[in-house]
C-alpha cells in the first residue's frame, strides 16, 4: 500500500506565481514535504506535478511565502481576475506614505520625525511580505533576490536613507508586478487553447437529446452540432454535411468540408449544416487536450539559453553580495574613505545587481514563442528544439505525404481506339478498379466521382484479381483488362511507335503507366501519379531565401518518379530507391556537412531518420497521435507552408533572448560602473533594475506579434 502511495502522482494548477525564483523555491518546499517523493514546477504553464501524497492544505503551506492558490488540474478553472483595489492596495498606500514623506521632507527637513514616520510606514505597508521572505531566505543562507533587497532595505534604514529605501520597496514591487504580468500574457496563449472547446454537448442518447458535460460523454455517443456551434469532442461526422473552420487545431483559414466518415476534432467551428457525429475520444484524449498537454510539457523543457542563465544566476547572487561587501568596505578600511557613503554605495550596488531581469530573460521568450507558434498551427515540444530549429542549415524531406499529398490521382487518360467515347471507356475501367483492392483503384473511383460517372450500374461478371500485373472482368460477355505493360506483353499485344514513345515519356515523368484493353486491342494508356502538393514548391523556394544552405528529397520511389518530382520543386538532391536504414544515414550524412539538420516527414515510416536529425518535423495529420508523440516539432493539418515561419520564428526568438540577456547584463554593468567615481546612488540603482526588468518583458512580448504567414512583417 505504501509503495503505491509513493508512486502517487497529481497534477495541480498554481495561481499566484510572481517570479521564476519563487517557482524554485516553492518546488523546494513541496520536495520537504511529509508523502511526497519529487515535485516538479513548470513555471511557464503554472502547474506542479507531485509524486507521492500531500494534501492540498500542505501544498499551499509550502507556497504561503507567495500567497500561492492551488487548484487539482481535472476541473480547473481560471480564477477570476482579484479586484484591483486588494491585489494592489498595500502598494498604493506604500505609494501615498511615499508622497507625505516627501511633503513632509520638504517643508520640515529630511530628519523631521513626520518625514521619518511616513517612510517608515511605507517601507512597513509595502515590504512586510519581502522582508519576511527575505529574513527566512537569510537565515537559511538562501542569497536570492528578495535577500538582497531586504539587505539593501535595511542598510537604508541604518545609514538614515529613508526616503531611499522606502521608494526601493515600492520600485522592487512594481518590478514585479510587472514581471508577473509579462508570464500572465505568455501564459494566455495557452489558457485561450483551453477555452477553445465547450465545456457541454448536445448528446443523443436512447433517442434522448440532451446537454451533457464534456466529462460524462463517452466514446460512441452521438454529439449533434448546429450550425454556428463549437465541436466539443473529437468523432466521425455520421450524418450531414457542413463547412468547418479548423483553425484553432490546425492554423488552416480555409473551411474544410465535412460529411459522413470526415474526422472532426474539439475545439473546431462548424459554419454551415448540422452535423451528427459520433464520439471517438474521450475528453482527455482529444486532439486539443494533447496538444495543450504537449505545450505545456514543453515550456517545462529549458533551451540551453535557459539553463545556462540558470547556472549563471546561482553564482551571479553571492558574486554580487561579495562586490558589494568590497565595496562598502574597502574605500573606507585602505583608503580613509567615509563608511557612510561607501555602506551606500554597497547598498547601491546590492540593488543594481537584483538578477530578477536576468532570470526573467529567457523564460519570458520560450513561453510566449511556444504558445504563439501552437495558436498558429506548429507544435514546438521544448525550448530546446525551439533554439535548434534557428540553428539549421539543411533539411531532408520524405517526399510521399509531405512534399506530395500521398494520395494517387489520374494524370492521363487517352483513348486509342476510335468509336469509343473517353467517357465510356472511363467508366467501364472505374467499374473494374471499382472491385479491385489495389491502392491506386482509388485514384480511378475519386475521379469518376468527381466527374459524376454511373461506374457502379455496369455488371461485371468473374471478376479477377492478376497479382503484379493487373485486373480482368466480363462486362456484356466481352473480357477487359487493366494492367501493367507486361500484362498486354503476355496476351501477345504489342505496342510500337508512337505509343511507346507515349509509354517512356509518361514514365520519365515518374507517373505509373497502365494499360486498358481486350483479348484483341489495346483500348487506352492511363497514367497515375502522387500530386504535388501546391504549397511544396513555394516552401523550398522560402527555405532557400531563408539562408537554408541545402534541401534534400528522400523517397523509396523509382528513380525516374523521384526525379519528375525533385527537379519540379528544385530541391538540391534527390534520393530514390531507398530504405528506411538508408534515410537514416543521408540524415547523418547531411548532419556531419551541416551540423544541424532538420528531417520532414510522417512520423511513422521516417521514424529512424526523424530520431536521428538535430529536429525531427513531423506532418501533424491535424492531430495524427504518432506525429504528435514522436516528433521534436509537428505541422498541424499537414501544413508545409509552417515550416518557414516555425524557423523564422525560432530565429527571432533567439535573437531576442540573446538582446535580454543583453540588455539584462548591459544596463547593470553601466550602473556598476558609477560607483567607481563615487555616483551610484539607490534611485540609479533601482531605475536600472526595473528598466532591465521592463526592457527584457517588453522585447520577449514582441514575439507575439510573429504572425503565421512567411511574407508577414516581424516588428
Given amino acids: 500500500m505504501e509503495a503505491e502511495q509513493s508512486a502517487e502522482k497529481n497534477v495541480y494548477r498554481v495561481q499566484g506565481f510572481t517570479c521564476a525564483g519563487c517557482a524554485g523555491k516553492f518546488e523546494r518546499n513541496v520536495k520537504e514535504l511529509d508523502g511526497v517523493t519529487d515535485a516538479k ?35 480547473a478553472v481560471q480564477a477570476p481576475a482579484e479586484p484591483f483595489l486588494k491585489k494592489y492596495g498595500a502598494l498604493l498606500v506604500s505609494a501615498l506614505f511615499i508622497i507625505i514623506g516627501y511633503y513632509s521632507l520638504f517643508s520640515y527637513g529630511e530628519g523631521s520625525v513626520p518625514s521619518i514616520a511616513a517612510f517608515i510606514a511605507a517601507i512597513i505597508i509595502g515590504g512586510s511580505s519581502l522582508f519576511i521572505t527575505g529574513f527566512k531566505n537569510l537565515i537559511r543562507l538562501e542569497f536570492d533576490m528578495r535577500t538582497l533587497m531586504t539587505i539593501a532595505i535595511i542598510g537604508a534604514a541604518i545609514i538614515g536613507e529613508w526616503s531611499e529605501g522606502a521608494v526601493v520597496v515600492i520600485l522592487f514591487a512594481v518590478s514585479e508586478a510587472l514581471e508577473s504580468y509579462s508570464m500572465d500574457r505568455a501564459r494566455k496563449s495557452i489558457r485561450s487553447l483551453m477555452d477553445i472547446a465547450p465545456k457541454e454537448a448536445l448528446i443523443r442518447r436512447n433517442g434522448i437529446e440532451s446537454s451533457i458535460a464534456v466529462d460524462e460523454i463517452e466514446a460512441l455517443d452521438i454529439m449533434i452540432v448546429k450550425p454556428g456551434q463549437k465541436i466539443a469532442m473529437d468523432g466521425l461526422v455520421v450524418k450531414g454535411f457542413s463547412a468547418v473552420n479548423q483553425a484553432s487545431i490546425t492554423g488552416e483559414s480555409i473551411p474544410a468540408e465535412k460529411g459522413p466518415g470526415a474526422e472532426v476534432f474539439a475545439g473546431t467551428l462548424n459554419e454551415e449544416g448540422l452535423l451528427e457525429v459520433q464520439v471517438t475520444k474521450l475528453a482527455d484524449d482529444t486532439t486539443i487536450a494533447k496538444i495543450i498537454h504537449l505545450v505545456e510539457e514543453a515550456q517545462a523543457e529549458r533551451a540551453p539559453s535557459q539553463a545556462f542563465v540558470d547556472k549563471f544566476a546561482k553564482w551571479y547572487t553571492p558574486a554580487i553580495m561579495a562586490v558589494a561587501f568590497l565595496v562598502a568596505v574597502l574605500p573606507p578600511l585602505f583608503f580613509s574613505a567615509a563608511w557612510d557613503t561607501w555602506i551606500y554605495q554597497g547598498l547601491a550596488v546590492l540593488v543594481v545587481g537584483c538578477p530578477c531581469a536576468l532570470v526573467i530573460s529567457t523564460p519570458v521568450s520560450i513561453v510566449t514563442a511556444i504558445g504563439n507558434a501552437a495558436r498558429n498551427g506548429v507544435l514546438i515540444k521544448g525550448g530546446i528544439y525551439l533554439e535548434e530549429l534557428s540553428r539549421i542549415k539543411a533539411v531532408a524531406f520524405d517526399k510521399t505525404g509531405t512534399l506530395t499529398k500521398g494520395a494517387p490521382v489520374v494524370a492521363d487518360f487517352e483513348v486509342l481506339q ?28 475519386k475521379k469518376a466521382e468527381q466527374q459524376e460517372i454511373d461506374y457502379k450500374s455496369l455488371i461485371v461478371e468473374d471478376f479477377t484479381s492478376l497479382t503484379g500485373k493487373g485486373i480482368k472482368g466480363k462486362i456484356d460477355h466481352e473480357w477487359y483488362y487493366v494492367g501493367n505493360i507486361s500484362l498486354f506483353e503476355e496476351m501477345g499485344l504489342t505496342f510500337e511507335g508512337e505509343l511507346k514513345n507515349k509509354v517512356d515519356s509518361l514514365q520519365k515523368q515518374g507517373k505509373t503507366v497502365m494499360l486498358a484493353g481486350t483479348n484483341e486491342m489495346l483500348l487506352a494508356v492511363l497514367a497515375v501519379a502522387d500530386e504535388v502538393r501546391e504549397s511544396s514548391v513555394r516552401v523550398v523556394k522560402q527555405l532557400k531565401e531563408l539562408g ?4 534534400i528529397m528522400l523517397t523509396g520511389d523509382h528513380a525516374n518518379t523521384a526525379a519528375a518530382i525533385g527537379n519540379q520543386l528544385e530541391v538540391s538532391e534527390i534520393y530514390a530507391e531507398l530504405l528506411p536504414q538508408h534515410k537514416l544515414d543521408a540524415v547523418k550524412k547531411m548532419q556531419r556537412e551541416y551540423g544541424a539538420a532538420a528531417m520532414v516527414g510522417d512520423g511513422v515510416n521516417d521514424a529512424p531518420a526523424l530520431a536521428a536529425a538535430s529536429v525531427g518535423i513531423a506532418m501533424g495529420g491535424a492531430g495524427t497521435d504518432t506525429a504528435l508523440e514522436t516528433a521534436d516539432v509537428a505541422l498541424m493539418g499537414d501544413d508545409l507552408k509552417k515550416l518557414p515561419f516555425a524557423i523564422e520564428l525560432s530565429r527571432k526568438t533567439l535573437v531576442i533572448i540573446k538582446q535580454n540577456i543583453a540588455f539584462a547584463l548591459g544596463l547593470k554593468l553601466l550602473a556598476l560602473l558609477l560607483v567607481v567615481p563615487g555616483w551610484l546612488t539607490l534611485w540609479i540603482a533601482i531605475f536600472a ?13 514582441r514575439l507575439l506579434r510573429v504572425k503565421g504567414k512567411r511574407d508577414s512583417q516581424i516588428l
Avoid: C, W
Avoid at 506542479?48 to 500561492?68: N, P
Avoid at 465510356?424 to 472491385?435: G, I, N
Avoid at 537554408?548 to 534541401?551: A, E
Fill in 689 to 701: 533594475d526595473m528598466g532591465a526588468t521592463l526592457l527584457v518583458t517588453l522585447n520577449g512580448l
Fill in 418 to 445: 476510335s468509336g469509343i467515347s473517353e467517357n465510356d471507356l472511363f467508366k467501364l475501367v472505374s467499374a473494374l478498379e471499382y472491385r479491385s483492392q489495389h491502392p491506386l483503384a482509388s485514384a480511378f473511383i
Fill in 41 to 75: 514546477v513548470n513555471f511557464g504553464a503554472a502547474k506542479l506535478t507531485v509524486i507521492g501524497k500531500a494534501s492540498i492544505d500542505d501544498i499551499e503551506k509550502a507556497g504561503a511565502f507567495e500567497h500561492l492558490k492551488i487548484l487539482p488540474e481535472k476541473g
Fill in 548 to 551: 537554408i544552405q541545402k534541401t
